[in-house]
């Protein structure tokens, strides 16, 4: 598959172009950005060790009968994956009081929440990613009330699928932050990222910090929390 020009440019991903027009290829940067891009770093390897960590996790939820965009990966950095049209949604999913949400609310991190919160962000960086309801979502024309239900449900079985493959290497899903597309056949497939760039994983038994979030708070050794994530998925894809 040739890599042709670049369509899009994100804060940590570039989106190219090939030669078949259902198919593009995805590759992973190693910038990190954090407060809507306020606080920028470059972290040597993280695209890599995302690339991967995304792989056996989109890997594992197709095999489970999960529509994703995701198709092989080719290198270290590349990924084909079919084209979508983005929804400009971000969906975010908490098991436990995190981040954003322990702040808006006064509620201390890691408390448990009693079922699934999910939010829903209009995905536009010049207005921060506001949260909205599905109400706006559907009046604004971001998504059908239908798309909607559709991303309600692939949600949860991606949540059910993550909770599930993480507690088996000993590691606790706080929170997470999917995005979907629509395929050229108006189909919805989840699209993106499942990293810890996008996750809040806590080590089972210490709570320690495995994501974003020791960059987002200068917390040291970004990259060793981010490596323990793939080692201990590599090492459970080898082992099942
Ligand atoms: O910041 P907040 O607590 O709302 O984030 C909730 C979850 O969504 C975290 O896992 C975070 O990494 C993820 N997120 C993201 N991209 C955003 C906003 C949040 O991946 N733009």
Not at 24 to 38: C, R, S
Not at 65 to 91: F, S
Request: aromatic share 8%.
């Amino acid at each position: 598959m040739e890599k042709q020009e670049m369509m899009y440019e994100g804060k940590a991903k570039q989106v190219y172009a090939t030669d078949d027009p259902d198919r593009v290829i995805i590759h992973y940067k190693d910038d990190a950005t954090a407060f809507n891009g306020l606080k920028k770093d470059s972290i040597r390897n993280k695209g890599v060790l995302n690339n991967k960590i995304t792989t056996i996790l989109f890997n594992e939820l197709n095999r489970r009968g999960i529509a994703t965009h995701w198709i092989e990966t080719l290198n270290d950095r590349d990924q084909l994956c079919k084209k979508v049209r983005i929804v400009p949604l971000e969906v975010i999913v908490r098991n436990v009081v995190a981040g954003s949400m322990a702040k808006k609310f006064g509620i201390d991190e890691g408390t448990e929440l009693k079922t699934p919160v999910y939010e829903i962000c209009y995905k536009n960086d010049e207005l921060g990613d506001p949260m909205i309801n599905d109400t706006h979502a559907v009046g604004l024309g971001l998504a059908t009330r239908e798309e909607l239900d559709q991303i309600y449900e692939i949600t949860a079985q991606v949540n059910e699928a993550l909770k599930e493959i993480l507690d088996q290497i000993g590691i606790r899903l706080i929170d997470f932050k999917l995005e979907f597309g629509k395929d050229s056949t108006g189909r919805v497939l989840l699209a993106d990222e499942i990293s810890p760039d996008t996750c809040r994983f806590w080590e089972k038994g210490t709570d320690k910090k495995l994501d974003k979030d020791r960059f987002r708070r200068d917390m040291g050794d970004v990259i060793g929390a981010y490596e323990e994530i793939y080692g201990r998925l590599s090492q459970w894809v080898n082992t099942k």
